[in-house]
């Protein structure tokens, strides 16, 4: 009996020894450029940190933080100059996250369910809508910074073609913003149309058939069938998109540089129509008078925000589930 428990722990070991093996690359990695940074960020937050000597950094506690969201008391003045960045720079990010997620989940959807009907050469065009995904931003970047291009680009040639006026797409607004959300669009719809159109392809069909028996229109079954049916589908789909578009850098910073001005006092902090949280971020981190401290403080706060909106979904679509 004894051997023979014996024998048990032993094969035990050696399956833990094996799975643990496999899962040591990652935890590695998982370790160096995750928890290690996030606990090393949660760290200098509380430090007016030195890159070059940090044994020459200053501990200000929470200073960074109130310097980041409300301002700071220095003598008698009161430095709101990156509250002002922060917070300008969360509203233009919010403001891209409401335009950009709809699109990202219902044009998706549209493409999934018209592929789904399996048309001819439908999987010729499954493969093009999918294929921008692999191009990495810089190359999606410049070309259409180049498509954009006031003087030189294919957008205002074709317009010119119709007898239009040339638009300054990249140094105004709302036309700034209209060309990052078409290159978002362009380059990031292939995933999602592809797990939405995994989810349809699982949905069983005589559903369909019998609805239509029933005089339903195919409209109607989609809002009534297949939606219901791959509504795990759609919750992966939003809660990465949004997650993903909070995180938005590289089509404003390669096509705009975070412009054109804002309307208001540049000294006092007001941030380009196009800067995001991100580039505040980069910028304090790599800019000629950089602050690391201050940059990880914001992170941490606009981090928080994040966790908090995506917990507030999930608890909304529990509660929906419920009821």
Excluded: C
């Excluded at 990249?170 to 995994?198: C, E, F, H, K, R």
């Excluded at 609805?211 to 759609?234: C, F, H, M, T, V």
């Excluded at 992966?236 to 949004?242: N, R």
């Amino acid at each position: 009996m004894h051997e023979k428990r014996r024998h048990k722990r032993k094969e035990a070991l050696k399956r833990y020894a094996t799975v643990g093996l496999f899962l040591l690359p990652y935890l590695t990695l998982f370790f160096i450029f995750f928890i290690y940074p996030l606990f090393f960020g949660i760290y200098i937050s509380f430090f007016r940190y030195n890159v070059l000597d940090p044994q020459t950094s200053v501990f200000v506690g929470f200073d960074n933080f109130k310097l980041a969201t409300s301002g700071l008391m220095v003598g008698s003045v009161k430095v709101t100059y990156y509250a002002n960045m922060f917070w300008g720079s969360l509203k233009n990010t919010l403001l891209f996250v409401a335009i950009s997620v709809p699109l990202l989940i219902i044009i998706p959807l549209f493409i999934a369910v018209l592929i789904d009907i399996q048309p001819r050469f439908y999987k010729v065009f499954r493969v093009i809508f999918f294929l921008p995904t692999i191009l990495s931003i810089s190359a999606v970047g410049i070309i259409f910074k180049w498509q954009f291009d006031t003087q030189y680009g294919l957008v205002n040639g074709l317009i010119n073609i119709f007898g239009g006026e040339s638009i300054a797409w990249l140094n105004s607004q709302p036309y700034a913003w209209m060309a990052i959300i078409v290159t978002t669009v362009w380059w990031t719809i292939g995933t999602n149309t592809v797990i939405l159109g995994a989810g349809l392809k699982e949905v069983d069909k005589q559903m369909y058939e019998a609805a239509e028996i029933d005089g339903a229109k195919y409209s109607r079954i989609i809002w009534s069938i297949a939606l219901p049916s791959i509504k795990n589908q759609l919750f992966i789909v939003i809660f990465t998109t949004i997650i993903a578009s909070f995180n938005i850098y590289g089509q404003p910073a390669l096509l705009t540089g975070g412009g054109p001005a804002a309307l208001g006092d540049v000294a006092a902090g007001t941030p380009g129509t196009t800067s995001v949280v991100m580039m505040v971020i980069r910028g304090l981190l790599t800019g000629v008078n950089r602050q690391p401290g201050l940059a990880a403080a914001m992170a941490l706060v606009f981090a928080m925000f994040i966790l908090i909106f995506s917990l507030g979904q999930t608890i909304y679509n529990k509660y929906r589930e419920k009821h």
